[in-house]
């Protein structure tokens, strides 16, 4: 359990940078240090299913540039532990965590293939997941062409050839297809939702919404904004659901909420048993 005045003080160092700006016309990212950016988007009021607003039902976005930042999969099968996100970023001194994927009643293994280089969290490729992250080629042969990170989509590349060649995989359901037309229906469930996204200029997204929406309804508001997005893989739902950044101004972490279950995702950090994050080059 997270005290609710634990990060006071560095919420407000970071106050300018966080405040919402509210403007749909065009996304308003906020340099957080080079390579990385931030941009917080408020939800209108039919967008949050009802939801009351209580000063954090927005989008968050990092935009992360991998020139400048490395990436990194972290598993408690791997580490021997479930830490929180913010955990995760001070054990292994991480500028940005998201959730890596959903896992098993085990508490331990992904629901999806996830490697990171030689140890196997999972070996199963699910067939109802169609995006792996992938991300460093391995330096040999055919190999050395390939993207540093990218998001391969199951119906479009040659994944079966492609993830063995890569150090980080991992395997989750494609909110899009490469025309970009979403793939979730529209009825569904309403909870929080945490994303990875890749656009047009190879940026990878980490992308947490608190307000409880369907996946579909996430999915539509994120193709109606500038951002580009060519790629797009679903990593959590629910209060587990979670982003944490931690900058030179302080750190934050957003955490989920079920629609039905407004107070107990409030101020609740989850553990996580998988975790994506970013490292300063």
Request: with cysteine; glycine share 6%.
């Amino acid at each position: 359990m997270s005290h609710p005045y634990r990060h006071t003080i560095a919420l407000l160092l970071l106050a300018a940078l966080l405040w919402p700006v509210r403007s749909s016309a065009q996304t308003d990212w906020q340099s957080v240090e080079a390579g990385l950016d931030i941009a917080t988007i408020p939800l209108a009021a039919d967008d949050a299913s009802g939801i009351a607003d209580d000063g954090e039902d927005a989008l968050t976005i990092l935009r992360i540039d991998p020139k400048h930042y490395e990436f990194v999969v972290l598993a408690a099968t791997e580490r021997g532990r479930l830490l929180t996100p913010q955990q995760w970023a001070d054990e292994y001194h991480l500028t940005a965590v998201i959730n890596a994927s959903m896992y098993l009643p085990d508490h331990r293994t992904s629901t999806g293939y996830l490697r990171n280089d030689s140890h196997l969290n999972n070996d199963y490729v699910n067939k109802r997941f169609g995006s792996f992250f992938v991300a460093y080629p391995y330096a040999s042969g055919a190999s050395a062409s390939l993207p540093e990170v990218t998001i391969l989509d199951r119906q479009a590349d040659d994944w079966e050839n492609l993830i063995g060649r890569y150090r980080i995989v991992v395997q989750n359901f494609r909110m899009i297809n490469v025309a970009g037309t979403p793939l979730w229906p529209e009825q569904g469930e309403a909870f929080s939702i945490a994303a990875v996204a890749m656009d047009a200029a190879g940026n990878i997204l980490f992308i947490h919404c608190r307000p409880p929406l369907t996946v579909r309804q996430f999915t539509d508001r994120l193709m109606t904004l500038d951002l580009s997005i060519k790629r797009a893989m679903y990593v959590e739902g629910g209060p587990q659901a979670s982003l944490h950044l931690h900058a030179a101004g302080g750190s934050q972490t957003w955490s989920g909420r079920h629609d039905g279950d407004f107070w107990s995702g409030a101020h609740v950090e989850w553990q996580l048993p998988n975790a994506l994050g970013i490292r300063r080059k």
